[in-house]
């Protein structure tokens, strides 16, 4: 099947973040993680069949939904769970919100290693928990884990470990060695490991394929909350489906107690799309593989032409971390906006002196980005 990823709708017609942002200005958004492409053909007509029915009232996730993510989970993954392990959520921020406050208490601590998607910083004191981290280290091209450093960052009061997989935003996928090493370390410190994993369907290098930390064994499951969702996969951010997976009895039901009163249903909406995404949206996201592949050979082939900009090869998501500290820029991402071409700050993800570029995008968008950014440089 073809899907053609060069067009897609003028999003400036409706209100949305990222080209909102710049409203009137001639800048092109390349910062916040959502691509500019339509949501899958099965995604949009399960939608319009719902609409067509006219009724909207509250809606409990149905049992062929949770089904229909069983499935792809062992499909997709490997992945085998059970229909009782989901709990549904609006979000994976309320997800990994409520794993801080669910675990602990308050004055506990919880680590997280930056740079890292900017609500993980700010998520543990949200819940009355301190914040403890220290930074991931790039050798030889590749984004690792400084572990000596992770070892003494965690202290006899850190209760939970929030790990981004694939990360947001280095693009690794980790393996199973690292995430070996994770689980164990979570076992020796009596950690619970809260695994964002939103980013699991945009494995890029079939050599790395995505693999979740609690797949690994029993042991490190009955310590996990893996939180998910289709959003970033298939492109249906706001319509705000989410779940976590909670194989451990007691740590679910004291998860689903803090979402009491608090939590609201998922939209009606959103666990359509979500069916329909997860039982029919496999060729779409095959094709939109081969996409962002291609995108990001583009990203590394201009980047490696811009004087004082370094990066690394992303093995999944549609995000580009770009080292700019050898280029003499004071605000990068205010200097590359002005240059015409909206990035996000690396300063909002713990790690000043970088950007990170979505390459989510069209051909011809991206091309006429990473065109301004050279151009910036060269020009000064
Ligand atoms: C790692 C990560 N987690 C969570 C989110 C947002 O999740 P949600 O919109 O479901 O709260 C994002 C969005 O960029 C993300 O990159």
Not at 157 to 185: K, S
Not at 216 to 230: F, K, Q, V, Y
Not at 318 to 336: E, H
Not at 354 to 366: D, E, I, P
Request: proline residues 7%; hydrophobic residues 45%; charged residues 25%.
């Amino acid at each position: 099947m073809q899907f053609d990823f060069d067009r897609h709708p003028d999003r400036r017609q409706v209100p949305g973040e990222k080209w909102g942002r710049y409203a009137g200005r001639d800048v092109l958004p390349l910062w916040v993680a959502d691509m500019d492409f339509s949501a899958p053909p099965p995604v949009l007509e399960a939608l319009r069949r719902r609409l067509d029915h006219g009724v909207f009232g509250y809606t409990d996730a149905p049992p062929s939904l949770a089904e229909a993510v069983v499935e792809g989970l062992r499909r997709d993954h490997d992945w085998h769970i059970q229909p009782e392990w989901l709990v549904w959520l609006p979000g994976v921020v309320t997800g990994f919100n409520l794993a801080c406050r669910a675990v602990g208490e308050a004055g506990d601590s919880v680590f997280t290693a930056t740079p890292v998607y900017p609500p993980f910083l700010t998520a543990p004191e949200n819940s009355g928990r301190r914040l403890v981290s220290c930074a991931l280290v790039e050798r030889n091209g590749r984004w690792e884990w400084d572990r000596a450093a992770v070892e003494a960052a965690i202290e006899p009061r850190t209760r939970v470990f929030m790990l981004c997989n694939p990360h947001n935003p280095v693009g690794r996928a980790f393996d199973r060695e690292e995430l070996r090493w994770i689980a164990d370390l979570a076992e020796s410190r009596d950690l619970v490991v809260c695994s964002d994993e939103i980013h699991c369907g945009l494995v890029l290098d079939a050599a790395r394929p995505h693999l979740p930390i609690a797949a690994l064994d029993e042991r490190i499951a009955r310590r996990s909350i893996t939180l998910m969702a289709p959003s970033k996969t298939w492109n249906i951010p706001a319509l705000y489906c989410a779940f976590a997976v909670i194989p451990d009895a007691g740590l679910r039901r004291r998860y689903q107690r803090e979402m009491r009163g608090i939590v609201p249903h998922v939209n009606v909406m959103g666990l359509v799309a979500a069916e329909a995404a997860y039982r029919h949206g496999g060729p779409w996201r095959a094709a939109l593989l081969d996409y962002l592949r291609d995108n990001r050979e583009r990203v590394l082939d201009a980047v490696a032409t811009m004087p004082g900009l370094r990066t690394t090869r992303p093995e999944a998501t549609y995000l580009a971390w770009i080292d700019c500290r050898d280029a003499g820029l004071d605000d990068p991402a205010a200097f590359f906006e002005a240059g015409g071409v909206g990035l996000s700050d690396g300063r909002a993800f713990g790690m000043p002196g970088f950007v990170r570029l979505n390459f989510g995008c069209s051909r011809a968008t991206l091309d006429e980005a990473l065109a301004r950014m050279r151009r910036a440089l060269t020009a000064r």
